[in-house]
């Protein structure tokens, strides 16, 4: 099934056209690569900061309300990025194992960011309030690190598996 | 490529570990791998600057702090993203030496040091007058030099791939 729509997918005259030029793949992976940038850095300083071996000065709520729009503008040019990508190469991606792990992983930070934001703009304390919130914001944090990591590792092994 | 170069680069590439990175299946992906992982993090904290400096991003609050709450990420991840660096180039370290991308990165790595240096030394003079404001245009001149060098940074080193 999936191996025929990227048969499929791989001969339609879009994806023929990105293939044929190049200078798509490494121009469209150079955005993903700068948007991965801007992303990964706010994730892992909002994630030093919930497990607090953060110098940052500023409260979390502020931290996280102003992160905000940069998270999903980077999340954004990602989806898009990926998505000509996977146009151009539908195999090298959509039959990949570690492509889908990426993917779920993907999911799971875009969740816990989420949850994150909106627990942090309806209460300000939200993560300090007692010794459960902190350490379930450490865990958090130790989460938002690992996840960071394992995407980033993941994107870079599709090349190789 | 002359005589010493060339023996210089046949001599680290032939040293037991960059010999062993060429040979192993999994070594050279997990190298490169720590190596992207750190430059996210070089190019994150730098344009996160650089956007302070171009007045885009966070301009309520003061240059100074910014740049004291991003300097330890990019310094560490630099330090770590060099050190991985320095292993891939000395696996095939002949190759990468002639591939003209490369040449490229390695050029526009030295200008972001140095226009770095330069705003260091030169455009943070006179930092209070402007610390919470829109600062002076020599210091937005290196926040978009900074912004543009990184981008062909990232751009030269995706082509080094596609090209060796």
């Known amino acids: 099934m999936i191996q025929q729509f990227c048969d499929w997918l791989s001969r339609t005259d879009i994806s023929v056209a990105f293939q044929s030029a190049n200078w798509f793949v490494p121009l469209v992976q150079t955005v993903h690569i700068i948007a991965i940038a801007i992303l990964l850095t706010t994730v892992y300083v909002i994630g030093f900061r919930l497990i607090g071996i953060s110098r940052s000065v500023q409260p979390l709520a502020r931290l996280a309300a102003r992160s905000a729009p940069w998270i999903w503008t980077a999340l954004s040019v990602l989806l898009v990025s990926g998505i000509l990508l996977t146009v151009t190469e539908p195999a090298r991606e959509l039959l990949n194992w570690v492509f889908r792990i990426k993917m779920l992983l993907v999911l799971i930070l875009a969740g816990a960011l989420w949850i994150v934001q909106t627990r942090t703009r309806r209460d300000l304390t939200y993560w300090s309030e007692s010794p459960a919130r902190r350490r379930a914001a450490r865990a958090v944090g130790v989460g938002f690190i690992i996840i960071g990591a394992g995407i980033v590792t993941a994107g870079r092994w599709i090349a190789y598996v | ?164």
Request: glycine share 6%; hydrophobic share 55%; charged share 15%.
């Open chain 2, 1 to 164: 490529m002359s005589m010493a170069v060339e023996q210089a680069l046949t001599w680290l590439q032939d040293l037991k570990f960059p010999t062993a990175i060429r040979e192993s299946d999994w070594l050279f992906p997990t190298i490169e791998t720590v190596h992207v992982l750190a430059l996210v993090l070089v190019v994150g904290s730098i344009m996160t600057v650089d956007l302070r400096l171009l007045g885009i991003a966070q301009r309520e609050r003061p240059f100074s702090e910014i740049a004291a709450e991003m300097l330890p990420w990019t310094w560490t991840a630099f330090l770590v993203a060099a050190a991985a660096g320095l292993m891939l180039f000395s696996s095939k370290a002949l190759v990468y030496y002639a591939n003209v991308p490369f040449r490229l990165k390695m050029c526009c790595l030295l200008l972001a040091g140095i226009n770095m240096a330069m705003f260091h030394w030169l455009g943070t003079r006179h930092i209070e007058a402007w610390d919470r404001a829109q600062p002076p245009r020599r210091a937005k001149l290196a926040g978009g030099t900074s912004l543009l060098l990184w981008t062909a940074i990232v751009a030269t080193g995706r082509w080094i791939g596609f090209t060796t």
